[in-house]
C-alpha cells in the first residue's frame, strides 16, 4: 500500500532511539489507513494525480496515530489492546508512550510542511489539519468523552463527542483533498459530508463494540468498563444500527450532488466502511 511505504520512509529519517521504535510500533500495527485513503479518494475523484497528497496522508495517519497512543493510555481509557497488538504504554512504558505521541503529533506538522504544492494551499491544507486535530476539534471532543464518564448524558451531548472526537479527522482529508484538487467552493459540502460520516463511523464502532470480543474487534471493550454512554446504551442496538445507516447512505447520496466530482470510487470505498467488522 502506498502509504505503508510512505511511513516507512519518514520514520526511517528519525534518529535511533526507543521514541522511534515506539512510533514505527503504533504506525505499523495495522490500521486500516481510512484517513489516508479517503484524501486520496477525494483526489481520485476530482481528477488529481493522488501523489500530491502523500504528505498529508502521511500526517494525517500520524496524527490519528498519536490520538490512539494517548487514547489508551492508563490516565485516558487505561486499554491493552488495539490493533489487535498490546497498547502501546503496554508494549513499551507509559513515558515512552506519551513521548511517542508527542513524537508523531509534531513530526505530522513538519512532514506536511515538506509538500511542494502551492504555498497558500499548503498553508490552508495545514490551518484545517491543526484545526481538525486541535483544541476546537479532536482535542475538544477527548475532553468531552473524559467529562462524559460515570454521567448521564443524552443523544445530542453524545453527538457532540462523536462528531468532534471521531468526526472532525475524518473529516479533515476530504476538505484538504478539495483544496488540493483547487475546488474550495466545495468545502462546505466536504465538511458536512465528514461530520456525517465521522458520526456513522463511531455509531458503527458502538455497536461492533457490543457484538464483538476484543479479541475479534481488535482492541479493548472499554467504553462499558469506563462507564461511558453509547449510540447503543443510549438508543438500543437496532436503533443504532438504523442510524448509523441512515448517515451512510445520506453521505453517499450527498457525495453524488457534488458538481465536478466522480463519486464511484469513494462511494464504494465508503460501503466497504460500513460493513466493515473491526
Known sequence: MQIDALLEEYISKLPDST?????????SAGGKRIRPNLLYAVLKGYGVDTTVGDPFSCALEMIHTYSLIHDDLPAMDNDNLRRGKLTCHKQFDEATAILAG???LTYAFQVAASSQQDAVIVQECISILSGMAGPAGMVYGQQLDIEAENQNIDWKQLQQIHQHKTGCLLTAPLMM???????????????????????AFQIQDDVLDVELTAKEFGKSNSDIKN????SVSLLGIQAAKDMMNKLYHQVMDDLGAIDGFLSESLVEYI??????RK
Open 271 to 276: 460501503h466497504r466502511i460500513q460493513i466493515r
Open 227 to 230: 462507564h461511558k454512554g453509547t
Open 177 to 199: 483533498g478539495a483544496l488540493l484538487a483547487k475546488h474550495q467552493e466545495d468545502l462546505p459540502k466536504w465538511e458536512k459530508i465528514g461530520y456525517a460520516l465521522g458520526l
Open 19 to 27: 521514541v522511534k521504535e515506539a512510533m514505527h510500533y503504533s504506525l
Open 102 to 104: 508527542d513524537g508523531l
